[in-house]
Structure formats: structure tokens, C-alpha cells
T-cell receptor, first 112, second 113 residues
């Protein structure tokens, strides 16, 4: 079982460049999430989705956009990357709100 | 609003000693609580969860946690640490009926010989 798959695993961007991170899950989960992980700050929620076609802002949404056109995919976009967006990004999914979330392996993004 | 506080960003124990990682939560309604473990360069893996059934929850790898409403705590314990337990541990809370899963800042566990 693949579970939650994130693409790419590593990326280096120049300031001002754009990119899209892809998250795919094969568990038919309704809920999907994007987090960023920074040293000493734990995981902070960027955006989340409670179903196909829906998205909502989390704690730190500025500078990011998301889309959930298909139930199994959740895309995170950076329109104009900044060094402050250097981080490890994790995607997660859960069946419904009150169940545990399953995580992908992460994307390490460096913005120079 | 809901939040999670993990006391101690770094904890060091000897192999065979008790592991105690602390987590306190705040939630306006009964919460769902989780402990996750993260090994280096990997994603997060669920250790255990509390979903309003038994207050003492047993998880994988010999870990357990006790939900104490009066203390708003959900501390993680393991009777005897093993070298393979060295990792970062995260406590997380979801407000009952809520959509967001909020994480603490994590505790790095070091196990020494």
C-alpha cells in the first residue's frame, strides 16, 4: 500500500520562482492537510481540505495556495518563493475528522 | 481555540529507564489526542490515540499514555527505554468535531547506554 505519497522529495528554488508540491493518497480519505516543519516549532498547518473541491486556511497560509480538484490529490503551490519558506513540508490525510492522520515522507524545500 | 504544550524539547534517558514525555492540552470541548513519532528523515507515524474510550491508551512499541481530564494532560510513558526509541515525539490534539489537527513543538528523546 502506497498510503500518502509526496512529490518531489527534495527541491532547491531561487527566490521568486514558483513550484507545486503534489500529495496523493490511495486510502479514499476525505480530509487532507499540508504542514510545514521547522526546528523548534513543531508542525504548523498551512492549508487543509475536508473534501474534493474544498480548501481552508490553517495557521500559516500566507504565501501558499492549494487546490483539491480530485479527492486523492492535494496540491500546494508557492507562487513566488521566499527564503522564509525553506522548510520540510508534510502532507497528511485522514478518513474523517476524528481519526488519525497518515503522513507522507516529506518534501525538503530550500529557497536560496 | 485548542493548543498543545510539550514540556521539554529534549529528554535524555538511560537504556532500560522509564520514559516520560509530557503533553498538556487546552480545548474548549472534549478532545481527541494523539502521539506521533518521527525518526530521522521520515514522516510521522502514529504511536497511539485517545478518542474518549479508555483513559489509559496502549500503543505500539510498548508506549502508553493516560488521559487525565483534571490535569488536562496526556503524558506518554514507556517502562523501559530502548536505543531504538531515540526519535522525536509529537503530541497532537483535535477538538471534538473540529477539522484541524494541532501539534506540539515536539520532544527529542535521546537514549544513552
Amino acid at each position: 500500500n502506497a498510503g500518502v505519497t509526496q512529490t518531489p522529495k527534495f527541491r532547491v528554488l531561487k527566490t521568486g520562482q514558483s513550484m507545486t508540491l503534489l500529495c496523493a493518497q490511495d486510502m479514499n480519505h476525505e480530509y487532507m492537510y499540508w504542514y510545514r516543519q521547522d526546528p523548534g516549532m513543531g508542525l504548523r498547518l498551512i492549508h487543509y481540505s475536508v473534501g474534493e473541491g474544498t480548501t481552508a486556511k490553517g495557521e500559516v497560509p500566507d504565501g501558499y495556495n492549494v487546490s483539491r480538484l480530485k479527492k486523492q490529490n492535494f496540491l500546494l503551490g508557492l507562487e513566488s518563493a521566499a527564503p522564509s519558506q525553506t522548510s520540510v513540508y508534510f502532507c497528511a490525510s485522514s478518513y474523517v475528522a476524528n481519526t488519525e492522520a497518515f503522513f507522507g515522507q516529506g518534501t525538503r524545500l530550500t529557497v536560496v | 481555540a485548542q493548543s498543545v504544550t510539550q514540556l521539554g524539547s529534549h529528554v535524555s534517558v538511560s537504556e532500560g529507564a522509564l520514559v516520560l514525555l509530557r503533553c498538556n492540552y487546552s480545548s474548549s470541548v472534549p478532545p481527541y489526542l494523539f502521539w506521533y513519532v518521527q525518526y530521522p528523515n521520515q514522516g510521522l507515524q502514529l504511536l497511539l490515540k485517545y478518542t474518549s474510550a479508555a483513559t489509559l491508551v496502549k500503543g505500539i512499541n510498548g508506549f502508553e499514555a493516560e488521559f487525565k481530564k483534571s490535569e488536562t494532560s496526556f503524558h506518554l510513558t514507556k517502562p523501559s527505554a530502548h536505543m531504538s526509541d531515540a526519535a522525536e515525539y509529537f503530541c497532537a490534539v483535535r477538538r471534538g468535531g473540529g477539522n484541524k489537527l494541532t501539534f506540539g513543538t515536539g520532544t527529542q528523546l535521546k537514549v544513552e547506554l
